[in-house]
């Protein structure tokens, strides 16, 4: 099984700032996967990241609010640009199709 | 649209209990099913996964799937108190991306 380190665990920021979360996986794998999980919720998934094309968003989420990079089989990373209260929320990387492993997390609260 | 449909809970069972936990699927198309535990504050955690009509057994836990029923369950035998938790189903839809449509999670509880 993979094993995905996901950081910052936590953040606090201030509303209009940008944050980057970084995946880092210690096997390599086809395909990386952000996901959202809001307060009480389930997960959404944000976008889809493979390596050496662009990612695929899915409906409600922009590459403009956030931009995904994915430079080689083993890490990725998710950006949430000018944030917003309404980006508080814990943001989730995984990685692999048949196992389907999730990172820690990212706790983000915008203040 | 593709939907996975949990019963939100809370399921409150005995320790040492079954509990149940069940999971329909709208797509006919759905290849692969997923079962995750997450603790309040942490990420979910992979417990199983099936893709074979039938009984899949991996210590206290059983999945079973019902393709013709569209519906997946997980069982958990001798119910610990450690086991409480949000329960999540998860469906691959086999598209190419591998995306994982997710239910909304039960929420177990299991009393001493």
């Known amino acids: 099984s993979a094993v995905i380190s996901q950081k910052p665990s936590r953040d606090i920021c201030q509303r209009g700032t940008s944050l980057t979360i970084q995946c880092q996986v210690d096997s390599q794998v086809t395909m990386m996967f952000w996901y959202r999980q809001q307060p009480g919720q389930s997960l959404t998934l944000i976008a889809t990241a493979n390596q050496g094309s662009e990612a695929t968003y899915e409906s409600g989420f922009v590459i403009d609010k956030f931009p995904i990079s994915r430079p080689n089989l083993t890490f990725s990373t998710l950006t949430v640009s000018n944030m917003s209260p309404e980006d508080s929320s814990i943001y989730l990387c995984?990685?692999?199709?048949?196992?389907?492993?999730f990172g820690q997390g990212t706790r983000l609260t915008v203040v | 649209q593709k939907e996975v449909e949990q019963n939100s809970g809370p399921l409150s069972v005995p320790e040492g209990a079954i509990a149940s936990l069940n999971c329909t699927y709208s797509d006919r198309g759905s290849q692969s099913f997923f079962w995750y535990r997450q603790y309040s504050g942490k990420s979910p955690e992979l417990i199983m996964f099936?893709?074979?009509?039938g009984d899949k057994e991996d210590g206290r836990f059983t999945a079973q799937l019902n393709k013709a029923s569209q519906y997946v369950s997980l069982l958990i035998r001798d119910s610990q108190p450690s086991d409480s938790a949000t329960y999540l189903c998860a469906v691959d839809y086999g598209g190419s991306q591998g995306n994982l449509i997710f239910g909304k999670g039960t929420k177990l509880s299991v009393k001493p």
């Open positions: 995984r990685a692999g199709h048949t196992e389907a492993f």
């Open positions: 099936i893709y074979s009509n």
